[in-house]
């Protein structure tokens, strides 16, 4: 697999694309098809027939997180390999508007869907059986997110445990790829550095509460409880959902709270909501730790240098552009249809992984060095570490006292 820094590059070099594209791509986000060398310079690949649309969830692809990394990931594996490509965006944040895009893409003649996010559940479990040659790569979509959607549409209960459910029994997934990731371990990292780097006064701030927040949330309690339990120390985390995936005054204000009291550190967790952390931050000098992708450069850009200690990542990019090109250019969809899978630690070099923090961005001082991350990693992917992926409560702490104020909103 590419390694994360390499992947960064070719992200920077897809932003550039996105500013000068020229004729290839149209102002509604479609990348038209262009002359391809192939790799190596070798014969370009046999993708005739393929056409390929993103469609977005509660957010649009400029959202700096989850919609704009996979949008790029998209574009750039499409322009890179002579594939057409659009986005489209539902008109509202339900499953009818976003089957409506779903519809809207086959019609145009788009035949592998990428949709990211759990919200997708809905739309799979409506959308996919209808047609079956279509190809859907759903990113964050869990078998839980399936089976709420699926069950409810068999007019039953469901009772939110996968475990007491066949999904084949609800859900058709011969013609679906999902792919979900272990938050809780790169949760884990951000709150053991962030202690680690001195920080004893920390904040959660989620979006909503959904599977995969909440697991990068539990995720930082018990990293940061951790290291505190290493050194010795005690420390305090305020711990709350917005209940929304962006930003307001509303959310700004409560995080002007926990800033003057004391709050040193905020990890914003959920798309646009770093907009909130970022503004009460910027005004007593405080920081936040970014998520889902390196967001260093964006929130210092906006809010002030320095600002972003570290972010909690997962590899939407690569896990994107990837399986594009196995599916499309390799032939393989064989080996993806009717799957969920779950990807994290893929070995000890930290970068190689699916979750991960940034070696680039991240502030690193004597009490936690590149080194320590990287013994880190290697002792979690060795099993000498674990860090539960139970979200049913709150984990049990030591050394970490939880201020769970649950939704602001």
Do not use: H
């Amino acid at each position: 697999m590419k390694k994360f820094f390499a992947m960064m590059l070719v992200l920077l070099m897809v932003l550039a694309a996105l500013v000068g594209c020229g004729g290839n791509t149209t102002p509604g986000g479609e990348v038209k098809p262009t002359e391809n060398q192939g790799e190596q310079g070798g014969d370009k690949p046999d993708v005739s027939g393929y056409k390929v649309a993103m469609i977005t969830d509660y957010g649009d692809i400029t959202d700096q997180s989850f919609n704009q990394t996979t949008y790029e990931a998209c574009q750039a594996f499409c322009k890179d390999n002579g594939v057409e490509f659009t986005y489209k965006k539902p008109g509202d944040n339900n499953t009818e508007a976003r089957v409506a895009m779903v519809d809207a893409a086959v019609a145009e003649g788009y035949n592998v869907i990428v949709m990211p996010g759990y919200a997708f559940g809905g739309t799979i479990v409506e959308a996919a059986p209808k047609y079956p040659e279509v190809k859907f790569i759903a990113l964050d979509v869990a078998k839980g997110d399936l089976l709420e959607a699926g069950v409810a549409a068999k007019g039953e209960t469901y009772d939110y445990n996968p475990d007491n459910w066949n999904l084949e029994d609800y859900v058709n997934m011969a013609n679906v790829y999902c792919a979900v990731y272990q938050e809780e371990l790169c949760g884990y990292m951000a709150g053991y550095a962030a202690v680690k780097l001195g920080y004893t006064k920390l904040g959660f701030l989620g979006g909503m509460a959904v599977p995969a927040v909440v697991r990068y949330g539990f995720g930082f309690v018990q990293g940061a409880d951790a290291a505190a339990k290493e050194m010795g120390i005690n420390v305090e985390m305020n711990y709350a959902y917005g209940n929304q995936f962006y930003g307001d005054a509303d959310i700004t204000a409560k995080m002007d709270t926990w800033y003057a009291g004391g709050t040193e550190i905020v990890f914003a967790c959920g798309g646009g909501i770093y907009s909130s952390a970022a503004e009460a931050a910027a005004k007593v000098n405080g920081k936040v730790i970014g998520v889902d992708v390196d967001q260093a450069a964006i929130i210092d850009g906006q809010y002030g240098a320095g600002m972003t200690v570290t972010s909690a990542m997962k590899g939407l990019y690569p896990t994107t552009y990837d399986t594009l090109k196995d599916v499309i250019v390799n032939g393989n969809w064989d080996n993806y249809k009717g799957k969920i899978a779950t990807l994290g630690l893929v070995g000890e070099d930290p970068e190689a992984n699916y979750v991960q923090i940034p070696m680039g961005s991240t502030q690193w001082a004597d009490g936690f060095t590149q080194e320590n991350y990287k013994e880190l990693v290697s002792k979690m992917f060795k099993g000498e570490i674990t860090v539960s992926n139970d979200i049913a409560a709150m984990p049990a702490t030591t050394n970490v006292t939880v201020d769970n104020q649950g939704n602001i909103k």
